[in-house]
């Protein structure tokens, strides 16, 4: 069902249509998982699927990963995941600290220019060009950031127990974390004897709202303070579904 021949014939290699029992399998995915995370507490945003390049820089991924993104010819950016145009959504916004936090459930497409070949056995579906992803994102006071970094853990790794998928935590070094990430926790899911990556939650501290500016006036009316910004997938589609597919034939 997972018809990449036309896919390429259409667009090119790593690109794929998805149909029948699966399309719809992973459209009630999505729709589950933000069903999830609304009863969670976090809001639902349909967020735009292209960025200017000033919340490219916003989000820590321009320009230093300019030739990792497709680009339009008038400076837009096609977005590799819902962080960063809600990055950019409260940009130069100055929040009362009673409303924070705030914490967004998104959903979009997310278009990246994957390189190398992964995964023969699926024809490279765990790493492609365009997939479906909801992500959770998180602004909060610096003070919280921690606590709301470990909800956010917590959340998916709950969402995947519910998916009965077999699932691991694991802590980032410095070295392979986003430049503009101070914690990251991976979620990977067992595909095969491979543990792959679905969910990638990081703490930016305040690298990234220093940028955008996104701030809070304190309760005691002191100098505001820039917020914490947090992000992760709730969770990307392509590598879940390849787990469910290995839970439904041993069901079978």
Same mark, same amino acid.
């Given at each position: 069902?997972?018809?990449?021949?036309?896919?390429?014939?259409?667009?090119?290699?790593?690109?794929?249509f998805l149909t029948g029992d699966e399309?719809?399998?992973?459209?009630?995915?999505?729709?589950?998982?933000?069903?999830?995370?609304?009863?969670?507490?976090?809001?639902?945003?349909?967020?735009?699927?292209?960025?200017?390049?000033?919340?490219?820089?916003?989000?820590?991924?321009?320009?230093?990963?300019?030739?990792?993104?497709?680009?339009?010819?008038?400076?837009?950016?096609?977005?590799?995941?819902?962080?960063?145009?809600?990055?950019?959504?409260?940009? *130069?916004?100055?929040?009362?600290?009673?409303?924070?936090?705030?914490?967004?459930?998104?959903?979009?497409?997310?278009?990246?220019?994957?390189?190398?070949?992964?995964?023969?056995?699926?024809?490279?579906?765990?790493?492609?060009?365009?997939?479906?992803?909801?992500?959770?994102?998180?602004?909060?006071?610096?003070?919280? $950031?921690?606590?709301?970094? *470990?909800?956010?853990?917590?959340?998916v790794c709950e969402l995947l127990k519910?998916?009965?998928?077999?699932?691991?935590?694991?802590?980032?070094?410095?070295?392979?974390? $986003?430049?503009?990430?101070?914690?990251?926790?991976?979620?990977?899911?067992?595909?095969?004897?491979?543990?792959?990556?679905?969910?990638?939650? $990081?703490?930016?501290?305040?690298?990234?709202?220093?940028?955008?500016?996104v701030r809070y006036k304190p309760k005691?009316?002191?100098?505001?303070?820039?917020?914490?910004?947090? *992000?992760?997938?709730?969770?990307?589609?392509?590598?879940?579904?390849?787990?469910?597919?290995?839970?439904? *034939?041993?069901?079978?």
């Amino acid at each position: 069902m997972i018809d990449f021949e036309r896919g390429a014939k259409t667009t090119g290699s790593k690109f794929y249509f998805l149909t029948g029992d699966e399309a719809v399998m992973e459209w009630n995915l999505i729709n589950y998982m933000i069903r999830f995370h609304r009863h969670k507490g976090y809001q639902f945003v349909l967020p735009p699927f292209l960025v200017n390049k000033k919340v490219g820089e916003m989000a820590g991924i321009l320009p230093r990963f300019e030739g990792d993104y497709y680009q339009t010819k008038d400076g837009l950016m096609l977005i590799p995941t819902a962080e960063t145009p809600l990055v950019g959504m409260h940009a *130069n916004e100055i929040f009362k600290e009673e409303e924070l936090p705030r914490r967004y459930v998104a959903y979009s497409p997310c278009f990246r220019k994957e390189a190398g070949a992964y995964g023969a056995k699926d024809k490279g579906y765990r790493r492609v060009h365009q997939f479906n992803k909801v992500e959770l994102f998180t602004i909060c006071t610096p003070d919280s $950031s921690e606590f709301y970094h *470990n909800q956010m853990v917590d959340d998916v790794c709950e969402l995947l127990k519910n998916l009965n998928v077999e699932h691991r935590k694991v802590v980032l070094d410095e070295k392979d974390r $986003s430049p503009v990430s101070n914690q990251t926790i991976d979620i990977e899911v067992l595909v095969g004897k491979e543990w792959l990556e679905v969910s990638s939650i $990081s703490n930016t501290g305040d690298n990234q709202s220093r940028v955008a500016q996104v701030r809070y006036k304190p309760k005691d009316g002191k100098k505001n303070v820039k917020c914490h910004l947090l *992000n992760g997938s709730g969770v990307a589609l392509p590598r879940l579904m390849l787990a469910l597919a290995e839970r439904i *034939n041993e069901w079978k």
